[in-house]
């Protein structure tokens, strides 16, 4: 299955997100936050990421940006996970390259449905 | 479900506090009013922002739908709408109290009492209404997703204030479902095309920007779940797609018009394009309903589509980028079940339960945990490192041991030595945390005691990453708490009183922890009125704890505020007189092995200092020798060793000797006969005397010889052994013989039950003075 890169400040979210993803046979690695998660990225290739968006050190649209800027990521799926729905975060995730978005509150089902979306 | 999602509910639980906390320190950096710094509010609407994301994920709808309204306030101070004034700060950290109680309902399994909640969030929403900013319009596109959240705790009260409020305050268009808000303006939904049985035939034209693919987004993907509604066939639009030579593989040049036949609405297709309304033009139209037989029309056409001989270029930087293995949806022409796509994702769920059932689950247990620095972890691990490279020269040695490796023997066991000697104090350093934690909740504190009482207060905390002993650290807080209280309240005078008596008008509260001598020590230093020691002293006689007319030294009578039954304040105030009193505080440092001592000046203020065991796990003790036994007597019980003068010892009653220690009378116990074992030396005088103290009571302990002092681990004899009076633990020494610890505070008990026992059968007139002498 796939490799899945899974950044949330919140442990309960990361640990909630990355028993579902496992239960689903997905490999996953996690990190807490966005510049963990770049160093995570650099040393290895993964098939989706799925980042939380409000974040210390280095927030998810930041992630995005700098995933982008790889060439291993440039067009890796990457999901945003927020309870943000309102239009400019949204609009701000895509024009830093965010495939797409999950909004919280999620259950596992959905995540996982989501997540198969982009997996190809 | 596959997931239990209860297992996450503990670290939910953690997690949430600590978030509180952060946003409490955080809210207490704001002055109303003015401009916070953007980090403060970030971290603070960070903090409310993750909690309700959690709760709503959990289930915790009650937490989740309060946690909304703050947020909604929070959001118009992060993009600068709103500028937090004191009356908004106070309103955001009662919320947190209330939100720490909501978690510690859900965490004890009770159902939330929303009796604080309700007000609050009737106090906010008058604080949002106040001003028209057109924030709020902002605000309302976040309502759908609190709306939304489903009800999965129906076992909690569903908090109906705060779903209404947050309607009529955020004057809900509740149009929005979970993913398709922001997809409304793509096609306006009016005519909502009657999907109606059979299903309907969609014709959708859906022309990608070339840097879709910059996004992740391929359309290959959108199709395949289009697919999965219904009937699809597929027409690709290619003669955009320029020559070879200027053929980016980043772009896409292609677009498509795709006819769906499904029992679908406008908006389950658009949902579909959800993630790329704006990289993309799209149309979607209602051409016809399904009377029509489509199906061998969809097949042969799709199949040209893709099998033109125009096509290979026009797929190849489509699938370039992510090498998909057939080109374009000609795998899914039949109208036929199609459904691939959606086959997978009912399946998905399926499999996750499988392997979740296989998976051992961990059941959510509340056994408390430590967080320990990784740092201290890494120390730990290199030592044990170190020991099994000792280990294994040690062992190199004694496979081949000849006399003139020696020195090398005696070299390794001194490295061994020391390797244990580092791992044990590492392993000791896990269960010690700063003592900021103990120290944070007081910023609050005093900034609410000051409001209470009008005292103009400033706290200054150091020493805070001082580490102290969880379980010590665990059952200092209530003291420290009512300290604190003690110096806002008796200590600190009002304003006036102050500036009358030349002071700044700010007082000044100092909490410091430092480490001395194996101890920790707390400082809690204010400089107000200080303690007059001519009240104490009239308090205590009139209460009836000192008579008349003793002279006590000047550090005794501060003491005596610690006596049970004593209240200075001439009324009981809302602060401290809470019915625990200074006894108590004294009591429970006691009960940690500690002390506490008073200095204070009149008109300058007062200093108390507890001194605490750096863990409870170890103990600093003098070693006495009874006979051949040797004693632990902790250091800290300790008042002064001494040799009897037998002009100074007393039978007064009969059996019982007490020693006169300038003014007190000390009973002598004498060690042997306490349990009963042989002593060298059974009389009195010239003999040793150890006098402790515990429970304010001071008692001598006869003793053979005084041996070393050193710090000692403590063995418990409950769990190993059974309770024996008298001994608090036991503990092995170097010589690998076991030692008893003293339990001071139990002799003590011991001897004031025994003479009470005496005075009572004295009355009775019975009773004779050898039995007492075998008791």
Known sequence: MAQILVVDDSASMRNMVTATLQSAGHQVKDAGDGQAALTIAKTGRFDAVVTDLNMPIMDGIELVKNLRSLPNYKYTPILLLTTESSADKKTQGKQAGATGWLVKPFNPEKLLATVDRVLS | ?775
């Open chain 2, 1 to 775: 479900m596959a997931i239990d999602l209860e297992q996450f509910h503990e670290v939910f639980f953690e997690e949430s506090l600590e978030g509180l906390d952060l946003m409490e320190q955080g809210l207490l950096a704001i002055n109303g009013g003015e401009q916070p710094d953007a980090e403060v509010i970030n971290t603070i609407f960070r903090a409310a922002h993750s909690i309700k994301g959690g709760s709503g994920t959990f289930g915790f709808t009650a937490i989740a739908n309060f946690t909304h309204v703050l947020e909604t306030l929070l959001d118009e101070a992060r993009d600068g709408t709103r500028i937090l004034s004191t009356e908004a700060v106070d309103l955001l950290l009662q919320s947190s109290d209330c939100l720490r109680a909501m978690v510690g309902s859900l965490q004890a399994g009770e159902p939330i009492d929303d009796s604080t909640s309700g007000p609050l969030v009737v106090a906010f929403e008058a604080m949002l209404a106040g001003d028209t900013v057109p924030a709020s319009e902002e605000a309302s596109t976040t309502v759908p997703d609190a709306a939304a959240i489903p009800s999965v705790d129906s076992g909690l009260s569903h908090n109906d204030i705060v779903e209404a409020s947050i309607n009529s305050l955020l004057g809900a268009d509740d149009e929005a479902s979970l993913n398709n808000d922001g997809t409304s303006g793509a096609g306006g939904s009016d005519e909502d095309g009657g999907s109606s049985g059979g299903g309907a035939e969609w014709k959708i034209s859906f022309q990608p920007d070339p840097e879709i693919l910059m996004t992740g987004n391929e359309p290959l993907r959108l199709f395949r779940e289009l697919a999965a509604m219904g009937a699809m066939r597929t027409e690709a639009h290619t003669q955009s797609i320029p020559d070879f030579d200027h053929l980016s593989a980043d772009e896409c040049f292609i677009s498509w018009t795709l006819w769906l036949t499904a029992d679908v609405s406008r908006d389950e297709i658009v949902e579909v394009f959800d993630w790329v309304v704006d990289e993309c033009k799209l149309e979607v139209e209602l051409v016809g309903d399904a009377s029509e037989e489509l199906s061998p029309v969809v097949a042969e056409e799709s199949a040209q589509a893709a099998e033109s001989p125009q096509e290979p270029a026009a797929s190849a930087p489509v699938s370039e980028p992510e090498p998909v293995p057939e080109p374009e949806p000609a795998p899914e022409p039949k109208a036929a079940p199609v459904a691939t796509p959606a086959a997978t994702t009912p399946a998905a769920p399926a499999t996750a339960k499988e392997s979740e059932k296989a998976a051992p689950a961990t059941p959510a247990s509340s056994s408390s945990s430590i967080r320990v620095g990784i740092d201290k972890v890494d120390s730990l691990i290199n030592l044990v490192g170190e020991l099994v490279i000792t280990q294994s020269m040690l062992s190199e040695l004694g496979n081949n041991f000849e006399m003139e490796k020696l020195d090398r023997l005696s070299n390794g066991l001194e490295q061994l030595l020391q390797n244990t000697k580092e791992l044990q104090e590492s392993v000791m350093r896990i269960r010690m945390l700063p003592i900021s934690f103990a120290f944070n909740r007081f910023p609050r504190m005093i900034r609410d005691l000051a409001q209470k009482t009008g005292k103009v207060v400033d706290l200054q905390l150091s020493g805070e990453q001082t580490e102290l002993d969880k379980t010590v650290m665990e059952q200092i807080g209530d003291p420290l708490v009512h300290l604190v209280r003690n110096a806002i309240d008796h200590g600190i005078e009002p304003a006036e009183e102050r500036l009358a008596n030349g002071k700044p008008e700010q007082g000044t509260i100092k909490l410091d922890a430092y480490h001395q001598g194996g101890n920790i020590v707390i400082e809690i230093r204010d400089d107000g009125r200080g303690i007059n020691p001519d009240v104490i002293l009239a308090k205590a006689i009139e209460k009836g704890i000192v008579s008349a007319g003793e002279d006590l030294p000047e550090s005794r009578i501060f003491d005596l505020i610690f006596e049970p039954g004593f209240s200075t304040a001439a009324v009981v105030s809302d602060i401290s007189g809470r019915g625990v009193g200074m006894d108590v505080v004294r009591r429970n440092i006691k009960s940690l092995g500690g002390r506490i001592e008073i200095q204070s000046k009149l008109g300058s203020g007062s200093t108390f200092k507890v001194y605490l065991p750096l863990t409870l796990a170890i103990v600093d003790g003098q070693l006495v020798r009874v006979g051949t036994e040797t004693y632990i007597v902790p250091l800290i019980s300790i008042v002064e060793s001494l040799q009897i003068k037998p002009e100074l010892v007393n039978r007064v009653s009969g059996d019982m000797a007490l020693y006169r220690l300038r003014d007190d009378n000390v009973p002598i116990i004498p060690i042997y006969r306490e349990f009963g074992i042989e002593a060298d030396n059974t009389v009195l005088e010239n003999g040793l005397l150890v006098v402790v103290e515990g429970e304010g009571q001071k008692i001598g302990l006869l003793v053979d010889d005084l041996l070393a002092q050193q710090q000692v681990v403590i063995k418990s004899l409950v769990s190993n052994y059974k309770r024996v009076e008298g001994v608090s633990g036991a503990t092995i020494l170097g010589d690998g013989s076991v030692s008893m610890i003293l339990d001071i505070a139990g002799l003590i008990r011991q001897v004031s039950e025994r003479s009470q026992k005496r005075r009572g059968r004295k009355s009775g007139g019975s009773g004779s003075n050898s039995q007492h002498q075998a008791a």
